[in-house]
């Protein structure tokens, strides 16, 4: 039981990487990885929203879509489930803590957005995860996307200083590093 | 006349680039020749033509970014990765194999982020990964070691790497993939194969002890600190040893033979000691360390490849600008913060 809620966190962190194996999530991951700290920020809201958007997509399908013969609609309604846990994150946390609410600015809206997390609601559905499997697997998909995302801005900001050929700058040589990643990761195959 | 006030000592250090990098050819001597004893001739020739390889590609890119040539090409820095990967890759492998490998090292590892100095990634290992990727075949071909079978000449080695189709490749699965494939015998009846030597793989084990020296010897010249290496050597160890049963299938080998496998001292004093894509900091240095040690293990124990050091030693460069970012020292005279005391 354990093990295998392990398993499931280290193949979604590592083995599945979304990012880097199965390449979902790279707006985010290109688009806000030049400062360190911005990333370190987009990663904790896409943590919150990742987990919490997983397990409510789970509710919906099951409680809702399925009792109803509506399955046709899964997209649809996911991303609808999206948006809403995305504002609602927003409300809260401009309530709770509008320090933070500034630091994460204009990234939390932009998670809606993010492919990773309409993907993972899908494949939670296509591996016919439970509850409990559908809340770890999400919450494995941000820490991966987390760890890659901080990562990467931190050897970006050493990029930005690198006397890169002209042709290669900013975006491009932000993409030949992420493949250069990708490879790296490809070394995980077969952990779990 | 101004007068440059300057403190004692006066010491002048004459260390270059080009001195570094040819102290770092002089060590690959010992274990480029227990290589080339145990397995002919075949790494010999896979340095000789990656290092021409290395060169054109050098001097390509050079042309092309309007760089002095003869400076550039004076620092040894081409052939040193050029040597590493010859090393790296198994011997008597085709000439074509050798000048991706090269190429994409050079050319894309290196003079993508400028050249020599802001490389992130190991370009030995990055043309290593790109190979082993895309050729795994050619790329798990190792010969079988002196007292297993036929040890090539030279002629052979120079045919099998310039005219692949005609060369008969004898080749044997190396300890570490014996280890890893395992899943029913205990160790003590697998050593009896006779692959096996002392400690480790028949020859490898003589390869790795021979790397230790040429590494001890740099480690003499202080040409980098004990940090990194000493760091992996012990997380590695420490890693078998945890999950060392005594021998039964399940488990990974013994310590010992951990450290004397497969490319584990080669990495552990030629690869993660470059000084450009390995972290800065002695604390970082010692985190970045283990954390090669940590993941050779994992990769090598239940991963699909055999050996890990070069997917280790990528994930370690890919992390090594946020450990640095998190063990900056603190500077004498202020707080950690940066302000005053």
């Known amino acids: 039981m354990l093990a295998d809620y392990s398993i499931l966190l280290i193949s979604a962190i590592l083995v599945n990487n979304f990012v880097l194996v199965q390449f979902l999530g790279l707006c985010p991951f290109m688009g806000v990885s030049n400062k360190l700290e911005t990333a370190m ?28 013969g509506l399955e046709y609609l899964r997209t649809i309604s996911f991303i609808l489930v999206i948006a809403v846990v995305v504002q609602f994150t927003e409300m809260v946390v401009r309530k709770s803590s509008p320090l933070l609410h500034r630091v994460l600015g204009v990234y939390l809206p932009l ?15 296509n591996k016919d995860h439970n509850f409990l499997q559908s809340l770890f697997y999400g919450f494995g998909a941000a820490l991966g996307f987390s760890l890659v995302l901080v990562l990467f801005a931190a050897l970006r900001e050493r990029l930005a200083v690198a006397d890169v050929p002209e042709p290669f700058e900013g975006a491009a040589i932000g993409m030949v590093t992420a493949g250069m990643m990708a490879l790296a990761f490809m070394g995980f195959a077969g952990l779990v | 006349m101004t007068l440059i006030r300057i403190s004692s000592p006066h010491a002048h250090g004459s260390d270059s680039t080009a001195s570094v990098m040819r102290r770092v050819l002089i060590a690959t001597v010992p274990g480029v020749i227990a290589l080339t004893w145990f397995f002919g001739f075949g790494s010999l020739v896979n340095i000789i033509w990656a290092s021409l390889v290395a060169v054109a590609c050098e001097a390509l890119a050079l042309t092309l970014r309007r760089k002095p040539l003869g400076f550039y090409l004076q620092d040894y820095s081409a052939l040193v990765t050029a040597t590493l990967l010859g090393i790296a890759l198994p011997p008597y492998a085709p000439w074509w194999l050798i000048a991706i490998g090269v190429a994409s090292a050079i050319l894309m590892a290196k003079h993508l982020y400028g050249g020599l100095g802001y490389n992130p990634f190991n370009p030995a290992m990055v043309g290593y990964v790109v190979l ?29 790497c310039f005219l692949p189709a005609q060369y008969d490749a004898v080749t044997m699965a190396t300890p570490l993939d014996m280890v890893r494939q395992n899943n029913s015998l205990l160790l003590e009846d697998l050593w009896r194969d006779p692959l096996f030597g ?32 000493v760091a992996m050597l012990a997380s590695l160890g420490l890693m078998a040893a945890l999950f060392y049963d005594g021998g039964s299938s399940a488990s990974g080998g013994s310590p010992l033979f951990h450290l004397l496998s497969g490319a584990t001292m080669f990495g552990a004093f030629f690869i993660i000691t470059d000084p450009v894509s390995s972290a800065v900091s002695v604390r970082g240095r010692l985190i970045f360390g283990a954390l090669i040690g ?4 994992l990769i090598r124990a239940w991963g699909n490849y055999p050996d890990a050091v070069a997917f280790a030693v990528l994930v370690a460069n890919f992390s090594a600008p946020f450990i640095d970012h998190y063990t ?13 005391p």
């Open chain 1, 111 to 125: 998670i809606t957005t993010n492919c990773a997390v309409l993907g993972v609601a899908l494949l939670n559905l």
């Open chain 2, 294 to 297: 940590t993941l050779v293990y």
């Open chain 2, 198 to 229: 002392r400690w480790a793989g028949i020859g490898w084990e003589w390869v790795n002890l021979a790397f230790l020296a040429g590494g001890l010897w740099l480690l003499y010249r202080r040409v980098f600190s004990w940090h990194a290496p």
């Open chain 2, 132 to 160: 082993l990727i895309s050729f795994p075949v050619q790329m798990t071909a190792w010969a079988p070691p002196r007292g297993l079978g036929e040890v090539p000449g030279l002629l052979q080695a120079l045919q099998a």
């Open chain 2, 328 to 340: 900056q020292p603190r500077s004498y005279g202020h707080s950690k913060s940066g302000g005053q």
């Open chain 1, 41 to 68: 920020g987009m990663s904790m809201a896409t943590t919150f929203v990742l987990t919490l958007a997983s397990a409510c997509s789970h509710l919906t399908y099951n409680l809702l879509l399925e009792p109803l």
